[in-house]
């Protein structure tokens, strides 16, 4: 087994501490070149914002650390397969590479639901890197949800 990488582990540590605020435990992280831009954790309920997933305000933190809205050159490393939502920003951000950690059936647009990098009306596909830290977020949503049933 090999060790995760340091933003996956941010991205894991971030969604953890939603999960204690009582928020869906996803987290997510924007690096470039190997450096932290932005870390971010889902947030609709704190913020009564129901576009405040992890991945939105990722990328909005590190958009506003470069001052600008394209973000070539960077990665996403969130511990959830990105909704509609999500991957529509990922992709208007112009984000290089998605890795993301569980796979979301019911919610998720990268492997599951409409695909949406795949589709043609997508102007813009980032390379995608499934699984990475899979078990431990899965363990992370399932103990949340389970908390709560």
């Not at 987290?27 to 889902?42: D, F, K, P, W, Y």
């Not at 529509?88 to 639901?113: M, Q, T």
Request: aromatic share 6%; with cysteine; proline share 7%.
């Amino acid at each position: 087994m090999f060790p995760l990488p340091e933003p996956m582990r941010r991205a894991l540590a971030a969604a953890t501490e939603a999960a204690a605020r009582g928020e869906v435990p996803v987290g997510a992280v924007v690096t470039r070149s190997g450096s932290v831009l932005a870390v971010a954790a889902n947030a609709p309920r704190a913020l009564a914002d129901p576009t405040a997933h992890a991945e939105i305000l990722a990328i909005r933190a590190a958009a506003r650390a470069l001052g600008r809205d394209r973000l070539d050159g960077c990665d996403l490393w969130v511990t959830l397969e990105p909704c509609a939502m999500c991957a529509g920003a990922i992709a208007h951000a112009r984000l290089d590479r998605l890795y993301y950690g569980a796979e979301d059936a019911k919610g998720g647009a990268v492997a599951h639901g409409p695909r949406f990098f795949g589709q043609p009306t997508c102007h813009h596909r980032p390379e995608i890197y499934a699984g990475i830290g899979e078990s431990e977020a899965a363990a992370l949503l399932r103990a949340f949800f389970a908390a709560r049933r």
